[in-house]
């Protein structure tokens, strides 16, 4: 488990960027700012969550004053529903608040919906989702479950980096995160017991004021009753983590405020006890759109569903005014670090270091860190000279081959095969007209090397093939920004 850390930086070195790197390892950064003093404290929590995730400007609204004056250890929690096999970037605050709350020492909890995932949360929604199979919404629990699990590890990771040769308190207890599935407690219960139990607690007068209601009633389609009833499952939900684990806090986006204070309310009248919410901004963009979605598709969270090196392009596209921002809510470097990386990157705006910087510490957080160094390696050769690809070693290959999308192509087969051709094959090109046009254009490179020709195919003698054998690759490049690699077998 992560440790509850405190971090004060006693100094800062004169220029990150100086360095001519601000993102690599964590470690390295730390050392850079002249991180020289820390406080671990194992197992507790020594100040208010609230304001720690304040700092970070990671709070929207809160229930009660009460918490956040509270020093004791809480335990939190936040849901997912399981609508995909992967959760994706647009899900990364709700996830880093989670993350954020147990480095500060306190319990955490993500639910996943694999019994409300079927029924679907109607808030920020206009229509209704689809009914999913029990068997996708089982395969897409289990998904979610490994990406959670692997973000917390590397956290782990992350944090005991910064805090070396840390020594544990075997008398007192790590918290704790806990992954739970609500069909657990759903699945065999019956509809008229439960309504029976726990619908008399609720009157249709508050559900109808709920925002996330409001906004669909007005719309010519509706709302059914099995959206309706959303926010009865999801307060039953915190009664239920409530009971069993003693959760008192829950947390989500500002579109969860309703749903929040529904299971507040319910467990204040069955329990008579006070629990608490917290309701984090959602992310958009500049232009106002939902973060996470890049030209109509989710950025996922699973290597399988956006690359590693695709998720790393995603956050070098961030404007610089809100590298801040991301790099507050979605890294665990301290503020005082974001702020002098931040600060010198918009000395030199051309240089684009606040987007390596936050795009490296986020890959390094979803994939961890030999993905993460792999990506950054790939951004610098991929479109670099031939000379830079030749003197990749084994274990730069290695890296460079986990963290972008590889064709494999059989040598035998594409031999003295047009490379525009293959080019097309491979998807780099949209069809061998478009080869034929960037080629002419002078914008097809491979390896590095601006293919001249039109009929140049692929062979040994003009470097087309790099690498010792059984790692030999080509990198097909069009223009700037549209790349392949290929894994010759």
């Known amino acids: 488990m992560l440790l509850a850390t405190s971090i004060s930086v006693l100094r800062a070195a004169p220029s990150l960027l100086a360095t001519g790197s601000c993102y690599g390892h964590v470690s390295s950064l730390v050392r850079n700012c002249g991180l020289t003093s820390l406080t671990v404290n194992q197992g507790r929590a020594t100040s208010s969550f609230v304001a720690f995730l304040k700092e970070r400007d990671m709070i929207q609204d809160v229930t009660s004053e009460a918490l956040q004056t509270s020093a004791q250890t809480h335990t939190v929690y936040c849901g997912f529903d399981p609508t995909a096999r992967s959760l994706h970037v647009g899900n990364l605050l709700a996830i880093m608040g989670l993350v954020h709350c147990h480095v500060v020492g306190h319990n955490t909890i993500a639910l996943i919906g694999g019994a ?5 949360d ?41 805090v070396p040769g840390r020594v544990s308190h075997p008398q007192k207890n790590n918290p704790t995160f806990t992954i739970v599935n609500n069909n657990d407690w759903y699945a065999g219960r019956s509809v008229i017991e439960f309504f029976a139990e726990i619908g008399r607690h609720f009157r249709v007068g508050s559900m109808l004021a709920k925002e ?11 709302m059914s009753f099995t959206e309706f009833s959303y926010q009865v499952f999801q307060s039953f939900d915190f009664l239920h983590l409530n009971e069993k684990y003693n959760c008192d806090v829950q947390i989500g986006g500002s579109d969860q405020w309703g749903n929040i204070t529904a299971g507040i309310d319910l467990i204040h009248r069955v329990k008579n006890k006070s629990v608490f919410g917290i309701t984090m901004p959602l992310f958009t963009t500049a232009s106002g759109e939902k973060f996470g979605k890049s030209a109509g598709n989710a950025v996922w969270l699973d290597a399988s569903m956006t690359a590693p090196y695709d998720l790393y392009q995603f956050f ?174």
């Not at 409300?116 to 679907?120: A, H, L, M, S, V």
């Not at 996330?212 to 509706?222: P, Y």
């Open 212 to 222: 996330s209601v409001k906004s669909r009633l007005v719309n010519h389609d509706g």
């Open 122 to 162: 109607p808030s920020g929604r206009s229509s209704e989702r689809s009914l999913l199979p029990m068997e996708t919404v089982n395969e897409n629990v289990e998904g979610i479950s490994k990406v959670l699990n692997r973000i917390f590890s590397n956290a782990q990771e992350i944090i005991l980096e910064q």
């Open 316 to 489: 070098m596209n961030v404007a610089d005014a809100e590298i801040r921002k991301y790099a507050l809510a979605l890294t665990l470097l301290p503020v005082s670090i974001i702020n002098k990386v931040v600060e010198e990157g918009l000395l030199e705006p051309e240089q684009r270091m606040g987007q390596k910087f936050l795009a490296f510490q986020v890959v390094r957080l979803i994939h961890g860190k030999n993905i993460a160094e792999g990506v950054e390696l790939a951004s610098r050769v991929l479109f670099g000279p031939e000379e830079e690809l030749k003197q990749l070693n084994s274990s730069q290959l290695e890296k460079l081959f986990c963290a972008v999308p590889i064709v494999k192509i059989e040598k035998e087969k594409y031999w003295n095969t047009p490379l525009r051709d293959i080019g097309a094959e491979v998807g780099l090109f949209s069809s061998k007209k478009d080869g034929r046009r960037t080629t002419e254009s002078g914008g097809f490179y491979v390896n590095g090397k601006k293919i001249a020709t039109m009929n140049e195919c692929l062979d040994t003698d003009n470097d087309h093939i790099l690498g010792p054998e059984g790692s030999a690759f080509s990198i097909l490049r069009k223009g700037k920004k549209h790349v392949r690699v290929l894994h010759l077998v």
């Open 116 to 120: 409300t995932g079927r029924i679907g």
